[in-house]
Every structure is written in C-alpha cells, then in structure tokens.
C-alpha cells in the first residue's frame, strides 16, 4: 500500500505564493503519475495539475501560467508552486498519484487534503 502525506497549505493573500508538497511511501511501487486535485465547498474535485513519470504534465486552464508542478523521483515527491493566488485557489488541495505495485497490480490512492486559503 502506498500513502500519500501533504504539506505546505495555509492562508496567503491574493497575489502571494504557497508551495504544496507530497511524499509518497510504502513499499514496492512504482508511480506513474502524480498530482493535485482540489475540491471548494459546494463544487466537484478537479484538476489541478498532473505530472508523469517521464515528467510530462497536464494543467488545468484555470492555473496555466500561475503554478507549476514538479517531481523528485528519487524520493517519490511531487511539488506544486501556487503563484499569483487568487480567491477562487480557495479550496482544499489533495495530493494524487497512480501507482503499479508487485504483479503489476494498479492502484490510486488520494492524499488526505490540504486547506489553502486565499484573501482577498
């Protein structure tokens, strides 16, 4: 089994920055892709933003251009720079990432959220 452990939200004003960050453990794994989702009270999660293995990503429109995602293969961390928050950032941020263990058994498995809070 894989857990995914978040860190890095927090309140920030309207223009400021956070840097999200993800860790993945367990034993075993091999991750395909990794990323972020979040979710505003009332709203469906979406994407945020998703990286591969080989490091290609995908952004939600809303985001391109503001934040960045990254990834450390070598300690199975996946990163997320917020620039230039807005108000509409609010939500809790959740960590995600598709995995391959023994057998090639497939799985995703979902971080337990981060609260990011911008003010206007």
């Known amino acids: 089994q894989v857990q995914l452990v978040e860190s890095g939200g927090g309140l920030v004003q309207a223009g400021g920055s956070l840097r999200l960050s993800c860790a993945a453990s367990?034993?075993?794994?091999?991750?395909?892709?990794m990323g972020w989702y979040r979710q505003s009270p009332g709203k469906q999660r979406e994407l945020v933003a998703i990286i591969t293995s080989g490091e290609s990503t995908t952004y939600a429109d809303s985001v391109k251009g503001r934040f960045t995602i990254s990834r450390d293969n070598a300690i199975n961390t996946v990163y997320l720079q917020m620039n230039s928050l807005k108000p509409e950032d609010t939500a809790v941020y959740y960590c995600?990432?598709?995995?391959?263990?023994?057998?090639?058994?497939?799985?995703?498995?979902w971080g337990q959220g981060t609260q990011v809070t911008v003010s206007s």
């Open positions: 367990g034993s075993s794994f091999s991750i395909y892709v």
């Open positions: 995600y990432a598709y995995y391959s263990t023994t057998y090639s058994l497939k799985f995703n498995v």
